[in-house]
């Protein structure tokens, strides 16, 4: 039969003809691909890098890891123990009742205070935000697991007594209170209470202040008086003085100089302490995860509240040991050659280079 197929020779011939074909093909794009793939091994590199980068982090995905890890550290923050697991109950009364003495200071120990007339007028609250429970609100949550504890202020082994006691005489400019007086106990079975979640020696998360950048410069007392006028005044005043309740025991605004406020021993007289407090604290109702503030800011209104006159408190046996002083302290003498001034308003990083020398 005739038909137009080729026959098994011509097959044979066809099918050996393509093969051939194909290895030509091959031979010369490898051939002039060669020196391509030689000369350009970086940026083929990075074309494969560009693409899996594309590849594996879209926006999307990335801001859902950052919530997720933001989530993830909020867990992790010191909460208080509850006041009602005390059991017994006597205990529990006194717990609460250290808990309002934090949150109500002026109330029973200020000028027109109940129990005894000790203090200014403040509350530790006012510094010590939601009775010392809050995030960097300055909270107790390494008091009960790090006292007794070496101080280097005093130069000795501090209890939680003596230590609340350093904030009457300071911070409230005050007097000391009785160690045995049920204010003093009701205080520090607070304090205890609310840290016992902490293991001893150890510092919770998110307790006490949260750290600063420093500044380049020197924090600047008068760029900082803008900002007081535009973000503190409203509730502080324009003297600073803040505004008394109506009954006159507690203030609704603390004072933040003049003499009704902390004296110039007090922590926060320290501007770094100051401008952590205010950075994650102030305007009220700010959070630590959203300040309004920005560094220079804090920095500058810290500078401009610190350079007003407040109370005096002589302490001549603080810091017996000037080589151990905070960069930040305000009062000579110093170990090094810096003056007063940059000891209190910085630029700190010098001073802190010559301190790790
Ligand atoms: C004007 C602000 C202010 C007031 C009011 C204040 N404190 Fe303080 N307190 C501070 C600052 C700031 C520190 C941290 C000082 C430092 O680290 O140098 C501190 C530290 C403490 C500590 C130690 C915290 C730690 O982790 O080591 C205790 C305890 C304490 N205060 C208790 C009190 C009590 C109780 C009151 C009320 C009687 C009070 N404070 C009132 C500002 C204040
Ligand atoms: C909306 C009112 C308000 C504004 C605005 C405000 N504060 Fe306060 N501030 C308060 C209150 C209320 C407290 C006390 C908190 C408490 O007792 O719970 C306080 C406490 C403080 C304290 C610690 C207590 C003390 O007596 O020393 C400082 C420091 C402070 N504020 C600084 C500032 C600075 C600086 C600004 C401006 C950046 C500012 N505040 C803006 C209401 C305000």
């Given at each position: 039969m005739q038909t137009n197929q080729p026959n098994e020779k011509e097959q044979g011939l066809i099918q050996m003809m393509q093969r051939m074909l194909n290895l030509i093909i091959v031979l010369v794009i490898s051939i002039v691909s060669l020196p391509l793939v030689i000369y350009?091994?970086?940026?083929?590199?990075?074309?494969?890098?560009?693409?899996?980068?594309?590849?594996?982090?879209?926006?999307?995905?990335?801001?859902?890891?950052?919530?997720?890890k933001k989530m993830a550290t909020v867990e992790t923050y010191w909460q208080p123990v509850a006041l009602d697991l005390v059991a017994d109950a006597a205990e529990k009364e006194l717990v609460y009742y250290g808990r309002d003495l934090i949150a109500h200071t002026a109330k029973y120990l200020g000028p027109n205070g109940s129990v005894i007339q000790i203090s200014n007028?403040?509350?530790?609250?006012?510094?010590?935000?939601?009775?010392?429970?809050?995030?960097?609100?300055?909270?107790?949550?390494?008091?009960?697991?790090?006292?007794?504890?070496?101080?280097?202020?005093?130069?000795?082994?501090?209890?939680?007594?003596?230590?609340?006691?350093?904030?009457?005489?300071?911070?409230?400019?005050?007097?000391?209170?009785?160690?045995?007086?049920?204010?003093?106990?009701?205080?520090?079975?607070?304090?205890?209470?609310?840290?016992?979640?902490?293991?001893?020696?150890?510092?919770?998360?998110?307790?006490?202040?949260?750290d600063l950048a420093f500044l380049d410069r020197a924090a600047d007392p008068l760029k900082g008086k803008t900002v007081y006028e535009t973000k503190c005044q409203s509730c502080h005043q324009a003297n600073g003085e803040g505004v008394l309740n109506p009954d006159k025991v507690e203030f609704s605004f603390p004072p933040l100089w003049g003499k009704h406020s902390f004296n110039d021993g007090?922590?926060?007289?320290?501007?770094?302490?100051?401008?952590?407090?205010?950075?994650?604290?102030?305007?009220?109702?700010?959070?630590?995860?959203?300040?309004?503030?920005?560094?220079?800011e804090a920095w500058d209104v810290s500078a401009y509240v610190l350079s007003q006159?407040?109370?005096?408190?002589?302490?001549?046996?603080?810091?017996?040991?000037?080589?151990?002083?905070?960069?930040?302290?305000?009062?000579?003498?110093?170990?090094d050659a810096f003056s007063a001034k940059q000891h209190k308003y910085g630029p700190f990083k010098p001073i802190l280079d010559q301190v790790k020398k």
């Open positions: 350009n091994v970086d940026s083929i590199k990075g074309w494969f890098k560009a693409d899996s980068t594309k590849v594996t982090t879209p926006a999307v995905s990335k801001s859902a890891k950052e919530e997720a007028g403040q509350n530790c609250q006012n510094c010590h935000l939601q009775a010392g429970t809050l995030a960097f609100g300055n909270n107790y949550g390494a008091v009960a697991s790090t006292y007794p504890k070496f101080r280097v202020r005093s130069g000795t082994t501090e209890n939680i007594y003596k230590r609340v006691n350093d904030c009457f005489e300071r911070s409230l400019n005050g007097k000391a209170l009785d160690t045995s007086s049920k204010e003093m106990q009701a205080i520090v079975a607070y304090i205890n209470h609310i840290g016992s979640n902490v293991k001893k020696g150890e510092k919770a998360a998110g307790s006490g202040l949260k007090a922590g926060l007289y320290r501007i770094i302490n100051f401008a952590k407090y205010v950075k994650y604290n102030m305007p009220l109702g700010v959070t630590h995860e959203s300040p309004q503030l920005t560094d220079e006159s407040r109370p005096h408190i002589a302490v001549p046996k603080d810091w017996p040991d000037i080589t151990k002083k905070p960069i930040d302290h305000p009062f000579g003498p110093y170990a």
